[in-house]
């Protein structure tokens, strides 16, 4: 499925301009693109062909109950962020490039079915965006938080970039890998749902993350004693766009409860 996917969004994005080169990954060599983020070899490597110093890379997701946010079996989109791989990070690198009306942007590159899985998936928090506005706006907050600072995304890195050509590029990649990580079907499978009656204990939400990934530990995120968010590390080899993502552990601990974690279903917003 990913492999469509990807060939998909591909497609889908070449614009009119003939000339354009979507991926733009003609830059670097088969073997730079092999090298994977927070090694030795990634360090003798141009930036425009492996994330350095920011090797780590996060794929986050947030779970709204109230007032309930995106599908009521599905947690939504908070972003794709790159760490250093220390675990500390840097943000808002490239203030000329904080990009609005994203929405039309994608629209100019024809990405219309991107559009409208993340206007139903990726909304609006407004903790993270300290605004009550659109979905758009967390885009917006993402993007020139987190996007502006990875370095395969750089203008330069491109042999033929086209303009907001890299925001497309995170916005894609971003969907690709939460698409990847069904965070509610991770946790329904070790019988930990959404209710009133029960509460949960760490460990086993820990344990169940673990089953699903292989053994990997994300961060497991609580606002107070209610289940509010989890990150999924990644190493990469190659860039953010149709780079591989090689999962490993947080290099954060959970803030939740050893027990009586909460996990409600969602509240109607309206």
Known sequence: MSSLYRFALASAALLSTATATFHGSD????????????????????DCCVESPGGLLLQTQLYNWNPG???????TIHGLWGDFCNGS????CDNARNYTNIAGILKEYQQYSLLEYMREYWLNDPVVTTTNGTAEDLWEHEWAKHGTCMTTLEPTCYMH???????????????????????????????IVPTNSTTYALADVEQCFMKATGGYLPHIG?????????????HLAGKVKGGEYVPTNTTYASNCPSQGIMYPPKLSSS
């Open 89 to 92: 990070y840097t943000s808002s």
């Open 161 to 191: 970039y086209t303009p907001y050509l890299e925001l497309v590029q995170f916005l894609q990649e971003v969907v690709y890998l939460y698409k990847t990580l069904p965070t509610h079907e991770y946790l329904a499978s070790c019988g």
């Open 69 to 75: 946010l995106g599908p009521d079996d599905s947690w």
């Open 222 to 234: 609580c606002t107070g004693n209610y289940l509010s968010e989890v990150w999924y590390y990644h």
């Open 27 to 46: 830059i670097c060599s088969r073997h730079d693109t092999n090298v994977l983020s927070c090694s030795a070899a990634a360090l003798n490597t141009s």
